[in-house]
């Protein structure tokens, strides 16, 4: 069975750090993109970064230059190291993942994980 499974949320004083991580398992022939979302209380989830299979990141604005996306194919883990984190950066952060699970399927499958807690205090 294929799932992703984040860990490394918790609360943390505003300026502080949090490195996320998110490991796929199961029978996995590739990974193409990796992503981090988040969903504060009451709003509409949000892509945080993401990180193609070559290595190209993205960021949203609001954490550029704050959170680094990175991946080890090896481990098959994406991570997500948070610094100068804010209060508005509380939230449930999602890993999200392109997998190719099957030669019949080239474009692969999208895969979530069931979230991690983020909160900030001021």
């Known amino acids: 069975q294929v799932q992703l499974v984040e860990s490394g949320g918790g609360l943390v004083q505003a300026g502080g750090s949090l490195t996320l991580s998110c490991a796929a398992s199961?029978?996995?022939?590739?990974?193409?993109?990796m992503s981090w979302y988040r969903q504060p209380a009451g709003k509409q989830r949000e892509l945080v970064a993401d990180?193609?299979?070559?290595?190209?990141?993205t960021y949203a604005s609001s954490v550029k230059g704050r959170f680094t996306i990175s991946r080890d194919n090896a481990k098959n883990t994406v991570y997500l190291q948070m610094d100068s984190l804010k209060p508005e950066d509380t939230a449930v952060y999602y890993c999200y993942a392109n997998l190719r699970v099957s030669s019949y399927r080239p474009r692969g499958d999208n895969y979530w994980g069931h979230g991690t807690q983020v909160t900030v205090s001021s």
């Open positions: 199961g029978s996995i022939l590739s990974i193409n993109g």
């Open positions: 990180i193609s299979s070559g290595g190209s990141t």
